[in-house]
C-alpha cells in the first residue's frame, strides 16, 4: 500500500508495485553516475545496468557500470545493486531513495532486473530529481507470460519480436511465445512453410539468447490439433485430415471442417514427431504448447467410428496422451488449451496429471468460462493458467474496455483457484490486418494484472501505459484508443472486418437511434485520427511509428463508420445519399492503403501483407458496387473525411525517420 502526504507526488509505475512509501527529500543524479554491480553478477542484471545507463545517457549524464560493486556506504550520486533477502523471493526486488543515491536490493538476478526497471520508469517520470521513497515489490503470480499470433497474417520481422521481447520484460512479464502453424522453416517438410517467409532456427536462437538477457521464458508453441488447415490443405498431408481438406485458397476462409489432424491415423502422430523433433531442440523451455484448441470436426469424418464406441471425449484424451508422449521425449512439460474439456470433461481423466491446461476466453459478460472452468481445471489437479486477451483482433482498432474488464475477470479467477499464471493472447483470426500497436494497450493490462492484480489501478492505466510503451507523456495514446472504441450494439460489425454493414437490418435498435450513434462515432473517429497524427509528431520514433498506426487504422474505421451510415440512409430510402457514403468509404480505402502497406512492412515480412488485406479489400469492392448501384457522377468524399490527408495518416512528418524498433540493445561491456 502507498503511503503519502497530500503534497507527495503520484507514481505512475507499471505494473503498479506491492507497497510505495514515500519519503522527505529528494535524490538528484550527478553528472557522472556509478552503477555499482554484484560481485557475482549476472548477464540479466548486466542487461538491465546498460539499460540504466543508456537512459542517463539520453538525459546527459556520463553513466559507468562497475564490478564489484563497493559494500558498506552508499556511494555517493550512484546506484548500488546487491542481493539480498526479500518478500517475494527470486523475482521480488526492494528500492531505497535518498538524498545519497539509490539503493536496490534484489532476491535474485531476476529481483534486480525488476527493481532497475522500475527505477527506469522513475526516472521516466520525474527526470533527473526523484523523490526519496522506498519500495517494496514482488510478483503475485509465477507466469505472467504474452501469447503471439504470427499465423494468420503478420510474422514480425525478428526486429519487431526483439523490440517486443525488451519492451514485455521491461513491463515484469517473464513469459513470450508465438503461435505457430506453418511459419517455421522445417527442413524435412518444406511443403508447410513453402508460401510464406518463416522464421528459421537461426533467428529462433536470436530470440531465445534475446530472452535470456532479459529474463523470459521463451514457450515454443506449434498448432498439433486443430487450426492446421493450411497445412492439411496440401497434397502431402491431406490424407491425415479428419474431415474434407479445403483447397489451398479456401484453407485461408473460417471453416469448421478440414481444420484437424485425423486423431485415430498413426500417421498424424508421425507427422508430429518428426516436426518437433526440428522444432522443439531450438527451444531451451521446460514447457511446449500443443495448442489443441477448437477442433471443431472432432469425433466426425474418420474419427467418428472411436467416437462411436467411446465418445469424443476419450477420442480427445487419447491424442493428448500420445502428442504428451513426443513433448516428454523432448524434455518438455505439455500445455494445452482448455476449450474442449470444457465441452468434454469426461476427456480429462486419461490425460496425464501434469499437463498444463491454459483457460481461455475473451467476453468479460461471460464469467462461467473463466470462473467456473477454472475452478473445474484446479479440481482435476492439473496446473491452471487463466488466459485473457487483448481483444484487437478482426478489429481495426482494439476494443479497450471489453479487454480490461476481461483481464481483471480472468485474474481473479486465476488468484481465487491457485493458477501458475496468467498468459495474455493476440490473436489474427481472420487476417491480421490490424497492427502492433493496437496489442499494446492490452499487454499493459494483462503485465500489471499479472504482476499486482490487487493494486490495478483502471484510474490511473490512460495515463501509465502510454508513457512506459510509447514515451507519452500526455496520455493522448489512451485517449486516441478509448475514442476509437465502440462501445454500443453490434461491436463486431462496426469496429471490424468480419461485420457486414448490410446485416445491420437485423438490430433491435431504432434506425433514428442508431445513425445518430453512427453519426456521433464517426465524429469521434476523426478526432481520434488527428490527435494521432498530431501524436506522431511528438513522439520518439517507436512511440511515432505506433501512432501513426493508429491513425492509419482509425481512418479504416471511419471509412466502416461511412458505409454503414450509408447503409442506415439506404434503409430510411434514401439512396442518394447512401451512395455517396459507400462513395466516400471506397474511395478512402484507396488512398490509404499504400500507406497502410508501408506501415505494415516496418514490422512485418511482405508474405502476408496482401491475405490480410483481402478482407478490407473485400468491403471496399461492395461500398464501391453499392455506390454505384445507379448511375451517377464521382461522389466527392466528405470533407470531414478529408480533412486530415490519408497520406499524412499514414507517413507523417516523422515517417522518414521512424523506426519500427528501439535503440539497440545495450552492448556495454561488463566492468
Not at 507523456?473 to 463486431?492: H, T
Request: charged share 25%; net charge positive.
Amino acid at each position: 500500500m502507498a503511503t503519502k502526504s497530500k503534497s507527495s507526488p503520484k507514481l505512475l509505475l507499471l505494473p503498479q508495485p506491492q507497497r510505495v512509501t514515500i519519503r522527505p527529500g529528494k535524490f538528484a543524479f550527478a553528472e557522472r553516475v556509478i552503477v555499482h554491480m554484484p560481485v557475482d553478477s549476472t548477464r540479466l542484471e548486466l542487461m538491465a545496468a546498460s539499460q540504466l545507463c543508456d537512459d542517463l545517457e539520453g538525459l546527459e549524464r556520463e553513466a559507468t557500470t562497475r564490478r564489484p560493486g563497493l559494500r558498506g556506504q552508499l556511494p555517493e550520486g550512484g546506484v548500488r545493486m546487491r542481493h539480498g533477502k526479500v518478500r517475494g523471493g527470486d523475482e521480488g526486488y526492494h528500492i531505497v531513495i535518498g538524498k545519497a543515491g539509490v539503493d536496490i536490493t534484489g532476491g535474485s538476478d531476476r529481483g534486480l532486473y525488476y527493481g532497475l526497471q522500475t527505477l527506469r520508469q522513475l526516472i521516466r517520470q520525474f527526470g533527473l530529481e526523484l523523490p526519496a521513497m522506498r519500495i517494496d515489490d514482488w510478483p503475485e503470480m509465477a507466469l505472467r507470460g504474452v501469447y503471439h499470433d504470427i499465423s494468420r497474417g503478420r510474422v514480425p520481422t525478428v526486429e519487431t519480436l526483439l523490440y517486443m521481447i525488451e519492451l514485455l520484460a521491461h513491463l515484469k512479464i517473464n513469459t513470450f511465445s508465438l503461435y505457430i502453424e506453418y511459419p517455421y522453416r522445417f527442413e524435412k517438410h518444406p511443403r508447410i512453410w513453402e508460401d510464406t517467409q518463416p522464421l528459421t532456427s537461426d533467428e529462433i536462437l536470436i530470440l531465445q539468447e534475446h530472452c535470456h538477457n532479459h529474463g523470459i521464458d521463451f514457450v515454443p508453441s506449434f498448432a498439433s490439433f486443430g487450426h492446421l488447415e493450411r497445412v492439411l490443405s496440401k497434397p502431402p498431408y491431406q490424407h491425415l485430415a479428419n474431415t474434407t481438406p479445403n483447397d489451398l485458397q479456401g484453407a485461408r476462409q473460417f471453416r469448421r471442417t478440414g481444420t484437424s489432424l485425423n486423431p485415430t491415423d498413426r500417421g498424424s502422430v508421425r507427422l508430429l514427431s518428426e516436426l518437433y523433433d526440428e522444432f522443439l531442440p531450438q527451444f531451451d523451455s521446460k514447457f511446449f504448447n500443443a495448442t489443441c484448441d477448437e477442433v471443431w470436426d472432432l469425433g466426425e469424418g474418420k474419427s467418428k467410428g472411436k467416437a462411436d464406441r467411446v465418445g469424443k471425449g476419450r477420442v480427445f484424451a487419447d491424442f493428448i496422451v500420445e502428442i504428451n508422449k513426443l513433448a516428454n521425449k523432448h524434455g518438455k512439460q505439455l500445455m494445452i488449451w482448455a476449450d474442449i474439456l470444457k465441452h468434454h470433461s469426461d476427456a480429462i481423466g486419461p490425460i496425464p496429471k501434469d499437463v498444463v491446461f491454459l483457460n481461455w476466453w475473451y467476453n468479460a459478460d461471460s464469467p462461467e468460462w473463466m470462473v467456473d472452468h477454472s475452478r473445474a481445471i484446479k479440481e482435476s489437479g492439473h496446473p491452471l493458467v487463466v488466459c485473457p486477451g487483448v481483444n484487437n483482433w478482426g478489429a481495426f482498432m482494439p476494443r479497450l474496455e471489453r479487454m480490461r474488464a476481461n483481464i481483471s475477470q480472468f485474474a481473479d479467477a486465476g488468484l481465487k483457484f491457485g493458477a501458475l499464471g496468467l498468459m495474455n493472447t493476440e490473436w489474427g483470426d481472420g487476417g491480421h490486418f490490424n497492427l502492433l500497436a493496437t496489442a499494446l494497450p492490452g499487454f499493459a493490462s494483462g503485465a500489471e494484472h499479472a504482476w499486482a492484480h490487487s493494486k490495478a489501478d483502471e484510474a490511473t492505466i490512460g495515463k501509465r501505459w502510454p508513457l512506459h510503451l510509447l514515451e507519452d507523456v500526455s496520455g493522448d495514446a489512451e485517449r486516441v484508443v478509448a475514442l476509437a472504441d465502440w462501445r454500443g450494439e453490434w461491436y463486431k460489425g462496426i469496429t471490424t472486418g468480419f461485420g457486414d454493414e448490410r446485416e445491420i437490418s437485423e438490430l433491435q435498435a431504432p434506425a433514428d437511434k442508431l445513425l445518430q450513434q453512427m453519426t456521433d462515432f464517426r465524429q469521434r473517429l476523426e478526432e481520434a485520427h488527428d490527435l494521432a497524427l498530431d501524436l506522431a509528431e511528438r513522439l520518439p520514433p517507436d512511440g511515432s511509428v505506433a501512432a501513426l498506426e493508429y491513425a492509419a487504422l482509425t481512418y479504416m474505421t471511419m471509412a466502416k463508420a461511412e458505409a454503414i451510415i450509408g447503409r442506415l440512409k439506404e434503409e430510411a430510402g434514401d439512396k442518394a445519399a447512401a451512395r455517396k457514403h459507400y462513395a466516400t468509404a471506397g474511395e478512402a480505402i484507396t488512398e490509404i492503403i499504400p500507406h497502410y502497406k508501408e506501415l505494415w512492412l516496418m514490422r512485418n515480412r511482405p508474405s502476408e501483407m496482401n491475405w490480410s488485406l483481402k478482407r478490407i479489400q473485400e468491403m471496399q469492392k461492395r461500398w464501391q458496387k453499392a455506390a454505384k448501384a445507379t448511375p451517377r457522377k464521382k461522389a466527392k468524399a466528405n470533407t470531414k473525411a478529408k480533412s486530415a490527408s490519408p497520406k499524412k495518416a499514414a507517413t507523417g512528418a516523422k515517417a522518414g525517420k521512424a523506426k519500427s524498433t528501439p535503440k539497440k540493445t545495450s552492448k556495454r561491456k561488463k566492468a
